[in-house]
C-alpha cells in the first residue's frame, strides 16, 4: 500500500515524499502541481486526457483545476515521488503573474524534461525534509526554477479559474460553492443558477473543464487535509463533519485523492 514518507505543509501550500503504489481517483487541485521522481521505477500519471511519464528526467506538471490521476503499474516497483501543490498567492509574493498559476494554462504541457539544477534541488529539498530541517527557501529556489524552466512567466497573465469562467450563472455558483466549502448539493446549486440539471453541467464543464463532482471533491478534499492537519480534533469527527457516513467511508475517500490514510498523513507531518 502506498505510504507518504514525509508531509510538510505551510503558506506555500504543501510538500508530500510518497512511496506510491496503489492508483488514485482522477481529482484536481486548486494549486500549480509538479511531481518529480526521486526513487524507484519510472511511472506515469493521466493529465487531463494524456498519459504523462514520470521518469528520473522528466517531471509531470498539472494545472490548477486539471484532472489528473495516478496510474499504477503493478508489474513495476514503486516509485518515490516528491509532490508539490503550490499556492497561487505563495507564487504570487515572487512574481505578480505568477499568480496565474492557480487558472488553468499556467503549465504548457503535461510533461517535461527536468534540467541539472531542478533535480539537485528536489534533492536537497527531500534531504531537509526527511531531516525535519527549514526548507521553505529551498522550496522556493526549486519553484523558481520549475517556473522558468516549464512556463511562459515573462508574458503570462494574471487570473483565476472562476474569474475565467465565461458564463456568469458558473462564475456565481463556483463563488457559492467555495464559500460553502462544497457543503452544497448539486441539484440545489443547478437550481439556484436557473438551469436545469443536463444544461448545468454542460455549462460547468464548458466554464472549468471539471464535471460538478470533480469540483466538489475537491474542495472536500482541501477541507479534510486542513483538518487532518490541524490535529485538534479526532480523525472521525472530520470525517463527520464533511458528511461521511463512517469513519471507513471517510479514510477511503482520503486515501483515493492523497494517496495515504487520513491517520498516515497526520502521523508524518512535520510540526
Not at 7 to 20: K, N, Q, W, Y
Not at 158 to 173: K, M, Q, T
Request: proline share 6%.
Amino acid at each position: 500500500m502506498s505510504s507518504a514518507l514525509r508531509i510538510s505543509r505551510g503558506p506555500f501550500g504543501r510538500v508530500a515524499l510518497l512511496d506510491m503504489d496503489r492508483s488514485l481517483v482522477r481529482h484536481a487541485h486548486p494549486h500549480c502541481h509538479v511531481l518529480l521522481k526521486m526513487g524507484g521505477d519510472d511511472t506515469q500519471f493521466l493529465v487531463g486526457d494524456r498519459l504523462a511519464p514520470l521518469t528520473d528526467t522528466t517531471a509531470v506538471l498539472v494545472n490548477a483545476w486539471e484532472t489528473h490521476a495516478y496510474v499504477h503499474d503493478p508489474a513495476r516497483r514503486n516509485a518515490v515521488i516528491l509532490a508539490l501543490y503550490i499556492e497561487p498567492t505563495w507564487l504570487h509574493a515572487f512574481r505578480r503573474n505568477w499568480a496565474a498559476s492557480g487558472a488553468p494554462g499556467f503549465f504548457a504541457g503535461a510533461a517535461g524534461d527536468v534540467t541539472p539544477r531542478i533535480r539537485a534541488l528536489a534533492r536537497t529539498l527531500v534531504e531537509a525534509l526527511t531531516q525535519n530541517a527549514p526548507h521553505e527557501v529551498l522550496l522556493s529556489a526549486l519553484m523558481i526554477a520549475v517556473i522558468e524552466r516549464f512556463t511562459p512567466w515573462r508574458s503570462v497573465g494574471v487570473s483565476s479559474a472562476a474569474e475565467g469562467a465565461p458564463d456568469w450563472r458558473i462564475r456565481r455558483a463556483l463563488g457559492r460553492l467555495i464559500d460553502a466549502g462544497g457543503d452544497m448539493p448539486v441539484r440545489d446549486l443547478a437550481r439556484q443558477s436557473g438551469l436545469s440539471r443536463t444544461h448545468f453541467f454542460r455549462l460547468f464543464g464548458r466554464s472549468t473543464g471539471l464535471t460538478p463532482h470533480v469540483f466538489l471533491n475537491m474542495l472536500r478534499v482541501e477541507r479534510a487535509v486542513a483538518g487532518v492537519a490541524a490535529r485538534d480534533e479526532p480523525l472521525a469527527a472530520i470525517g463527520d463533519r464533511l458528511g461521511f457516513a463512517s469513519p471507513t467511508q471517510f479514510s477511503r475517500f482520503f486515501r483515493d485523492h492523497v494517496s495515504v490514510s487520513p491517520r498516515a498523513f497526520r502521523s508524518v507531518l512535520g510540526g
